[in-house]
Every structure is written in structure tokens, then in C-alpha cells.
């Protein structure tokens, strides 16, 4: 067995490269998502380790002095951090030539012979569903046997071997709670919307839904949900109470989507019932009166729930597969069982315009989650979305991401350009947030819970400092596009 390091990278000041299906970028406020998609294979090595850098504060200096020891790294990137990671991985091979450093993620999944052709550093990439990949890779299996490997030779010729079939017994997986337990610092990961300390982690991978925008399901995952069944999870939540005791706030199930079987979740959700423990997950904005009741009496508090748009026609542009006047009703079920729901949407989506900005506004407004994100849509490679933008000649000259990490605009319309896409962004928070409606429940917050006073003066302090940056950058911009 090689000695095997799984490493997230230093990035960006902020940058949350853990993100999920939307994109990676810097947040608004603090926020740090688990690397989940590290852990999963680093958990099936015996004797590696995870260093998840940016939420830990590490820099290249500590993650080199690191890699001294290592034969094989193993590292996470996303399309606005490959530059940077390919800099980290530069800089490790300056010290040590003879490590094998090789990326995983959902850009190199679908660009494997672009990236080895444009950053001869990278010894390998793992495509798609890539757990055993890297298991064989540290177990030393010779590479052009491995199945779901893009690999370089000594003579600098690239090999794509056959794709590796999706992982169906998701029972046969290790938990991830032991590596994160081993590995992690629980009190460096913050979401704006989830108690802390919280812990997030996959129970299955895949998602039915189509959606065009969407990152993992189109490039890793399938659209085959693929899971561990509730007995399995069951006895992972025993040993994660019996791992962190009560150090842990609340669990977040980070499925796709978690309650597409609601059976399953129901299930599931009597085991977290009968240990006590708090959780949330991700939903549709379809589930029924009584699944949402049962849910609740089981320990759920909250539901993240992308609802991307508020004008029908765009929903079913991205193949959404939701009707406005259904989530309408789920929000309403929602309020009256107290259930919390964090909202995300999106401006820039295919058919975008100020009026259908405009409506989207109104619709969060009316239905009025606990908290909102707005994201800018996001064309990554592999993504129905990107083969639109290409197709329609949408793109824009920006990058995902500035050299700050704050997302930009990428994509542009003959009705709605970028600027006024990123502009947007700032108008639906100011308008979401300004409200009584939005202000008393969050100051309620505050005033019954200490911790949730301090966090949220500091997340205020930190949202404004980041829509200040946003339009630093915004005037930065024009002034240059002026200046050209």
C-alpha cells in the first residue's frame, strides 16, 4: 500500500472548493463545505490522510512540509481552481520529483485529455465515479489495469483505459465519520444556515432530476440514485454519536437529493429520532403534508431546496420538473409545521430577463424561506448548461470566478448582459432581506440563542464586506472595459 495524502488544496482567500452542484466559489459569509468526494476514497486507504487546507488555514508551506512524507497525492479541484491546484502541485513536485500527484473532480472527469495536455505536472486523473479508482492506485496496481484512469506514461504518451462502472452496493463503502473524525477540525466548517458545530456527509450518490444547471449528476454521479440502505445508515449515526458525542449540532444528509425515495427517509429518519439527534438535508420543493410531518417528528429541522426561479418558463427551460404552484404549497406546509427552509436560486439561467428577475424576487418574497442564496448560473464543462452556452454563442469573456473568488457572470444574453446578471445579485438580497417579514424571525433567532447572536452579528459584518467587494469588483470592471 502507497503511502497515500488526499488533499483539498490552499485556494483562494474564503474559497470553498467543497461546494456543491451550483458552484465553487467564495462565499458571502464563512462557509465550508466537508470533502466529502476526498473522504469516500481516503476511507477505503488504510493508513492515508486528508488534509482539507483551506477551511484549516493551511498554506502551501505547511501542505509541502506535509507531502515530504507522501508517494502518492491525490488532489480535488473544480474548474475555477484548477490554475491554482496545478500551482500547489508545481510547487510539492519542486520539492519531492518522484511523488505521483494526480486530480479528481468533476472538471477532470470530462476534460481528462485536455488537462494532462495542458499541466504536464499531473501524473493521473481518476474519471467519474473514482472511490476504487484511487483505492487501486494506492494499492499499486499497475495503471493501464485500472480501470477509470487517465494516466501519463514515462514517455509522456496519455492513456484513457475504460470507464469504470458506477459503485452499486453502497452498503460495501466505509463511512466517512472516522477519516472526518481523524482528519478534520468539526468547529472550521461553518454554513450560514446550519447549526454549529454541523457535519455533512453522503448516505448515496445520484439524482433522477435533470436539471441542466446541475454539477455532480451530469459528470460523476448518474441520474441513478444509488444508496445506503436506512439499516446501514442507522449504524453509521450510532458511530458517529459514539465518535463526537454531543459536540455535534446537527447532521446534514448532502444526497442530491435525500427525500427522492421518501420511504427511505422516513426510515432513516426513525433512527435519528430514536439516538436524538438533529438533521437537515436536501429537498424537493414537492413533498407532501405527511411526509414533511413524519420527517419533522423525527428530529428534522431544516430543508435546503433549490428553487432556482420564479417564472415558470425557466423552470422548465433547465428541466427543473417543479411547478410554481406546488412549492407554493410546500412552503406553506413548511410554515405551518415549522419546518426551516433555506432557499437557493439562481439569476442568469436561459431565458433570463429583468422581468423574470423581477419575478423571482417576488416569488422568494411570497413564499419567504428562513434564508436565501442567490448563485449565478454556472456553465460547467459536462453540464447541458455549458453545451447551451456554446451552442447559443452565450459566453461571456469572464471567468467563473474573479482572482478574488467571487463568482462571476460567464454567460450573457442579447436581453441581459453579464454585468446586470451580477448586478441582480446584490438587488434579490437587498429586497429578500430588508423585509420585516425576513428581519424578525433572524433577530427572534438571536435574542433565544447566545451562539446565534454572535454568529450572525459576525455573518452581517462579513455579507456586507462581501456585497461591498462585489461592487468594487463590478466598478473595476466597467472601468476597464471602458479603458479597452
Not at 465550508?32 to 484549516?56: E, M
Not at 412549492?327 to 439569476?347: D, P, Q, S, Y
Amino acid at each position: 500500500m502507497k503511502k497515500t495524502l488526499f488533499l483539498s488544496p490552499p485556494s483562494f482567500d474564503g474559497f470553498d472548493g467543497g461546494a456543491g452542484s451550483r458552484y465553487q466559489a467564495k462565499r458571502e459569509i464563512t462557509s465550508f463545505w466537508y470533502p466529502t468526494w476526498l473522504a469516500q476514497p481516503a476511507a477505503l486507504v488504510p493508513g492515508s490522510k486528508l488534509i482539507d487546507a483551506p477551511p484549516h488555514d493551511q498554506t502551501v508551506e505547511d501542505v509541502i512540509e506535509i507531502a515530504q512524507d507522501y508517494e502518492l497525492i491525490i488532489m480535488h479541484t473544480s474548474t475555477p481552481s484548477l490554475p491554482n491546484d496545478v500551482k500547489c502541485a508545481e510547487t510539492i513536485k519542486a520539492q519531492n520529483p518522484n511523488i505521483k500527484i494526480g486530480f479528481i473532480g468533476a472538471h477532470v472527469a470530462v476534460l481528462p485529455e485536455q488537462t494532462l495536455t495542458e499541466n504536464p505536472i499531473i501524473d493521473f486523473v481518476c474519471r467519474h465515479e473514482f472511490d476504487y479508482t484511487c483505492k487501486e492506485l494506492a494499492e499499486g496496481k499497475s495503471w493501464n489495469e485500472i480501470t477509470g484512469l487517465s494516466y501519463r506514461d514515462r514517455q509522456g504518451n496519455i492513456h484513457h483505459n475504460e470507464d469504470r462502472p458506477l459503485i452499486h452496493d453502497w452498503d460495501s463503502l466505509p463511512s466517512v465519520l472516522p477519516i472526518y473524525h481523524r482528519d478534520l477540525d468539526i468547529t472550521k466548517y461553518f454554513i450560514g444556515y446550519l447549526l454549529h458545530p454541523y457535519i455533512s456527509f453522503y448516505t448515496g450518490r445520484g439524482c433522477p432530476a435533470k436539471c441542466t444547471f446541475c454539477l455532480w449528476p451530469q459528470t460523476i454521479g448518474g441520474h441513478l440514485y444509488r444508496t445506503k440502505s436506512p439499516e446501514a445508515v442507522g449504524r453509521e449515526m450510532e458511530e458517529a454519536k459514539a465518535l463526537f458525542g454531543d459536540k455535534v449540532r446537527e447532521y446534514m444528509f448532502d444526497d442530491d437529493t435525500f427525500t427522492i425515495d421518501k420511504h427511505r427517509a422516513i426510515a432513516i429518519s426513525e433512527h435519528m429520532r430514536r439516538l436524538k439527534l438533529t438533521w437537515s438535508c436536501n429537498a424537493r420543493a414537492n413533498l407532501d403534508y405527511d411526509t414533511l410531518k413524519k420527517l419533522r417528528d423525527n428530529g428534522l429541522r431544516l430543508l435546503l431546496v433549490g428553487f432556482e426561479s420564479g417564472n415558470q418558463q425557466i423552470l422548465d427551460g433547465i428541466k427543473k420538473g417543479i411547478k410554481l404552484e406546488v412549492a407554493r404549497k410546500f412552503m406553506e406546509n413548511c410554515h405551518k409545521l415549522g419546518i426551516t427552509v433555506h432557499g437557493t436560486f439562481i439569476i442568469g439561467l436561459p431565458d433570463e430577463t429583468q422581468q423574470t428577475i423581477e419575478e423571482t424576487v417576488r416569488f422568494a418574497c411570497d413564499v419567504s424561506p428562513h434564508t436565501i442564496q442567490v448563485s449565478i448560473a454556472a456553465p460547467y464543462p459536462g453540464t447541458e448548461l455549458y453545451r447551451q452556452a456554446e451552442e447559443n454563442n452565450w459566453f461571456s469573456n469572464n471567468s467563473l470566478v474573479a482572482s478574488s473568488g467571487i463568482q462571476m457572470s460567464t454567460l450573457q444574453y442579447p436581453n441581459l448582459s453579464s454585468a446586470e446578471i451580477e448586478d441582480a445579485v446584490e438587488k434579490m438580497y437587498r429586497k429578500f432581506y430588508f423585509r420585516p417579514k425576513a428581519i424578525i424571525p433572524i433577530v427572534t433567532e438571536m435574542l433565544t440563542d447566545p451562539q446565534m447572536l454572535v454568529r450572525r452579528l459576525r455573518e452581517g459584518r462579513e455579507f456586507f464586506s462581501y456585497l461591498k467587494d462585489r461592487r468594487t469588483q463590478a466598478t473595476a470592471k466597467a472601468a476597464s472595459v471602458v479603458v479597452s
